[in-house]
């Protein structure tokens, strides 16, 4: 037996629905993007949406649409996926890392103001594990700095914040429909926005920066002419995909419904424990949890142990600038101490909407025995 700590969940509905695609006149640029963009924007409570080729493509377009360029500082946290410090530097910026929460593992509003210069732009809050950050702070120091708020919700599709669900709360939000996630279209992001100009600059990053609409060309030779007006990417993302995801949207109520009940299992298996740290929830928020991460002593010896007895614990996430192309280039003094200690404990159980409670049990005995042998092996050593 071997449970992994993520996974997709496809029935036949998905794989009919992308079927009827196959079958269809258009496996790319056809209808069936403009509907996963419609129902994502009605699901999250955005005016707009760009489907786009991945959660990482989705951050990269999210800069660009915000006017970050060369020499530029992007505020966010250590504590995340690469792809978030990343799109700064590719649109010629600098990321800068704020600590995080002990308890939540967030960034810290605190440590973002302490970090804002002349020269920082925009600020990048990740909603790890799928916990909303605490977004109003962050709207406060963005408006009296003038910053735009990017929000990474890779983690946190279907979650809410005091009431409001994520992607209907800042100026551009992603997500991420990677196999892991709450849904999934194999690789695939999304971008959501109130703002209509944004919403455009996004539509054309998407598409190498070309536009085949008047209102953008200095002029026009027919209905064949095109014009690029911008440097964009090829990031667009197929009809094969976004009917996946079209399916995959019907049931994102009960997948989150359901990874919150593995959650609770799981907080009330551990809570009790004293020797493992479980995650604590901000108040006003309800996490959608893509992960659940507990924090116990000795990880390594846990982790080996965990991976020894066919349970696929992962480690989310490393340390940004603690890795080695950050190291190299000017990272090396950076240092955030809630992260780094947050880093040295945590550890990501399995949990997706398909795991049995069966499956969970065993996870939770076995995670308990580990982090027994492992104390007892460190007091035997003392």
Same mark, same amino acid.
């Given at each position: 037996?071997?449970?992994?700590?993520?996974?997709?969940?496809?029935?036949?509905?998905?794989?009919?629905?992308?079927?009827?695609?196959?079958?269809?006149?258009?496996? @790319?640029?056809?209808?069936?993007? #403009? %509907?996963? !963009?419609? &129902?994502?924007?009605?699901?999250?409570? /955005?005016?707009? $949406? +760009?489907?786009?080729?991945?959660?990482?493509?989705?951050?990269?377009?999210?800069?660009?649409?915000?006017?970050?360029?060369?020499?530029?500082?992007?505020?966010?946290?250590?504590?995340?996926?690469?792809?978030?410090?990343?799109?700064?530097?590719?649109?010629?910026?600098?990321?800068?890392?704020?600590?995080?929460?002990?308890? @939540?593992?967030?960034?810290?509003? #605190? %440590?973002? !103001?302490? &970090?804002?210069?002349?020269?920082?732009? /925009?600020?990048? $809050? +990740?909603?790890?594990?799928?916990?909303?950050?605490?977004?109003?702070?962050?709207?406060?120091?963005?408006?009296?700095?003038?910053?735009?708020?990017?929000?990474?919700?890779?983690?946190?599709?279907?979650a809410d914040y005091f009431g409001k669900r994520v992607g209907s709360l800042s100026d551009m939000t992603t997500f991420s429909?990677?196999?892991?996630?709450?849904?999934?279209?194999? %690789?695939?992001?999304?971008?959501?926005?109130?703002?209509?100009?944004?919403?455009?600059?996004?539509?054309?990053?998407?598409?190498?920066?070309?536009?085949?609409?008047?209102?953008?060309?200095?002029?026009?030779?027919?209905?064949?002419?095109?014009?690029?007006?911008?440097?964009?990417?090829?990031?667009?993302?197929?009809?094969?995909?976004?009917?996946?995801?079209?399916?995959?949207?019907?049931?994102?109520?009960g997948f989150v419904s359901r990874r919150r009940e593995l959650a609770k299992r799981y907080d009330e298996a551990f809570a009790?424990?004293?020797?493992?740290?479980?995650?604590?929830?901000?108040?006003?928020?309800?996490?959608?949890?893509?992960?659940?991460?507990?924090?116990?002593?000795?990880?390594?010896?846990?982790?080996?142990?965990?991976?020894?007895?066919?349970?696929?614990?992962?480690?989310?996430?490393?340390?940004?600038?603690?890795?080695?192309?950050?190291?190299?280039?000017?990272?090396?003094?950076?240092?955030?101490?809630?992260?780094?200690?947050?880093?040295?404990?945590c550890i990501s159980l399995p949990l997706y909407p398909a795991l049995t409670q069966k499956q969970q049990d065993y996870v939770?005995?076995?995670?308990?025995?580990?982090?027994?042998?492992?104390?007892?092996?460190?007091?035997?050593?003392?």
């Amino acid at each position: 037996m071997y449970i992994p700590y993520g996974t997709q969940s496809i029935d036949e509905s998905d794989i009919q629905a992308v079927v009827d695609v196959l079958r269809s006149d258009y496996l @790319t640029t056809g209808p069936a993007i #403009a %509907e996963f !963009e419609e &129902k994502t924007a009605e699901a999250v409570g /955005a005016k707009y $949406a +760009v489907a786009i080729a991945n959660g990482t493509a989705a951050l990269h377009a999210s800069c660009f649409a915000a006017g970050i360029g060369k020499g530029d500082e992007v505020i966010t946290t250590p504590i995340t996926f690469a792809a978030s410090a990343n799109c700064a530097l590719y649109c010629g910026a600098v990321p800068v890392f704020a600590d995080i929460k002990a308890d @939540t593992y967030n960034i810290d509003p #605190a %440590e973002i !103001e302490k &970090k804002i210069t002349s020269r920082t732009k /925009a600020i990048i $809050a +990740v909603d790890f594990t799928g916990q909303p950050c605490e977004m109003e702070q962050i709207y406060e120091i963005a408006e009296k700095h003038n910053l735009t708020v990017i929000e990474d919700a890779a983690h946190a599709l279907g979650a809410d914040y005091f009431g409001k669900r994520v992607g209907s709360l800042s100026d551009m939000t992603t997500f991420s429909f990677h196999p892991v996630k709450h849904i999934t279209t194999g %690789e695939g992001g999304m971008i959501v926005t109130d703002q209509k100009e944004l919403y455009e600059r996004l539509k054309l990053f998407r598409t190498h920066g070309i536009t085949r609409e008047e209102q953008w060309m200095d002029h026009s030779e027919g209905a064949w002419y095109y014009q690029q007006i911008a440097l964009g990417y090829n990031y667009r993302i197929t009809d094969i995909q976004c009917a996946l995801g079209v399916s995959q949207l019907k049931k994102l109520d009960g997948f989150v419904s359901r990874r919150r009940e593995l959650a609770k299992r799981y907080d009330e298996a551990f809570a009790p424990e004293g020797r493992i740290t479980v995650p604590q929830q901000q108040e006003g928020c309800r996490n959608s949890y893509h992960l659940y991460v507990i924090q116990v002593p000795e990880r390594r010896r846990v982790f080996d142990q965990l991976r020894a007895a066919g349970i696929g614990v992962n480690v989310h996430y490393i340390p940004v600038y603690k890795h080695p192309y950050y190291q190299k280039n000017g990272y090396e003094s950076v240092c955030c101490p809630n992260a780094e200690a947050y880093y040295a404990h945590c550890i990501s159980l399995p949990l997706y909407p398909a795991l049995t409670q069966k499956q969970q049990d065993y996870v939770i005995e076995q995670v308990k025995a580990a982090v027994a042998a492992s104390e007892k092996k460190l007091d035997n050593n003392m």
